[in-house]
């Protein structure tokens, strides 16, 4: 069992940085393809970004020349560093874990969920 904890989610104006981060416990994630999905009232949940556990990572269009995600295996930790955000970058951010080696993290074969850090932009 992993137990994913989301942290650094707020209220920032367009253009500022944002940077969430996951802590997991439990069980070490060193094995585990990590991903951020996002979801916004009415809409279905994305992903955001993903990464292996051997690093390599993925960062979807939305993101793409504004967000980084990275890991720290010894520590059981990822961040997203997310910059220059968008009034459509508001959602729910979430943490998430699946056991398969693969960047592209379907929702529903999620295996962990972490219980979400809200993140608003707006003026």
């Known amino acids: 069992q992993v137990q994913l904890v989301e942290s650094g989610g707020g209220q920032v104006q367009p253009g500022d940085s944002l940077r969430l981060s996951c802590a997991a416990s439990g069980r070490s994630f060193s094995g585990y393809t990590m991903g951020w999905f996002r979801q916004a009232p009415g809409k279905e949940r994305e992903l955001v970004a993903s990464?292996?556990?051997?690093?390599?990572?993925n960062v979807e269009p939305l993101g793409e020349g504004r967000f980084t995600i990275s890991r720290h295996n010894g520590l059981n930790t990822m961040d997203l560093q997310m910059n220059r955000l968008k009034p459509e970058d508001t959602a729910v951010y979430y943490c998430?874990?699946?056991?398969?080696?693969?960047?592209?993290?379907?929702?529903?074969?999620?295996?962990?969920w972490g219980q979400g850090t809200q993140v608003t932009v707006s003026t």
């Open positions: 998430a874990a699946d056991r398969g080696n693969r960047v592209n993290l379907v929702a529903a074969r999620i295996d962990y």
């Open positions: 990464i292996t556990s051997g690093g390599t990572a």
